[in-house]
């Protein structure tokens, strides 16, 4: 599997826009950059994924490298509630004859909000 | 958006006892679900992925008769860990992906204290 790199930690004072960012220079041509995030006792939650194109949700806009080689997670105003871990993940597909679908978590990078 | 329901929530057990865990999809049919196991200040580790009416596919160095899944539906996977002990303390989580999605769905996440 492809992997990704991204900083163990960031800080943002509330209400400003927080930039993560994500290096993944072993991704494939067809592997989707995913992002989830978890807060505290609590399973991940999905963010927003993309291909090649930048992508904007109602959570976050992610911006793609033309190389696709890195990506970049932006909240656009932090909250408190934003307060979390997140993970940037390259989908796999395994080629199964279950067409079987795998993410496989790193570190992430845990991100706190200054009120 | 689509929901994952997990209970327990949290559970306490003996040593040497069996701890089931559900997992449901309340609002569309899963065809694959996914069970993580993350201990305190880790990453999610993937420890199976369980297809409705087949067995399940265990990530290298799972024992699969200790972490028993069953996938009897579209929308019930449960994981049974058998005779607890205490290293198998952890945070366990599920997830499940719909048939046309990309986003995984993460249940709330079951905290296991074996004592």
């Known amino acids: 599997d492809a992997k990704t790199t991204q900083p163990n930690s960031m800080e943002s004072n509330e209400e400003e826009p927080v930039h993560l960012p994500c290096n993944h220079s072993?991704?494939?041509?067809?592997?989707?950059i995913h992002w989830y995030r978890q807060l505290p006792s609590q399973g991940p939650e999905y963010v927003i994924h993309g291909l090649t194109s930048n992508v904007n949700n109602r959570m976050a806009s992610l911006a793609i490298a033309e190389d696709r080689k890195s990506s970049t997670l932006i909240l656009h105003r932090a909250t408190l509630r934003d307060a979390a871990v997140y993970y940037c993940?390259?989908?796999?597909?395994?080629?199964?004859?279950?067409?079987?679908?795998?993410?496989?978590f790193g570190k992430g990078t845990k991100l706190s909000v200054i009120p | 958006g689509a929901v994952v329901s997990q209970h327990p929530s949290r559970v306490i057990c003996k040593s040497g006892t069996s701890v089931k865990i559900e997992c449901r999809s309340l609002?569309?049919?899963?065809?694959?679900m996914f069970w993580y196991r993350q201990f305190p200040k880790q990453s999610l580790m993937l420890m199976a992925t369980s297809n409705e009416g087949s067995k399940a596919t265990y990530e290298q160095g799972v024992e699969k008769d200790k972490f028993l899944i069953n996938h009897a539906s579209l929308t019930l996977s449960t994981l049974t860990v058998t005779s607890a002990h205490p290293e198998d303390s952890s945070f366990y989580i599920c997830?499940?992906?719909?048939?046309?999605?990309?986003?995984?769905?993460f249940g709330s996440g079951t905290q296991l204290s074996v004592l």
């Open positions: 997830s499940a992906r719909d048939m046309t999605g990309e986003k995984l769905f």
């Open positions: 993940i390259l989908r796999a597909m395994a080629y199964s004859g279950a067409g079987s679908y795998q993410l496989t």
């Open positions: 072993t991704i494939s041509g067809t592997d989707y």
């Open positions: 609002d569309f049919q899963a065809t694959t």
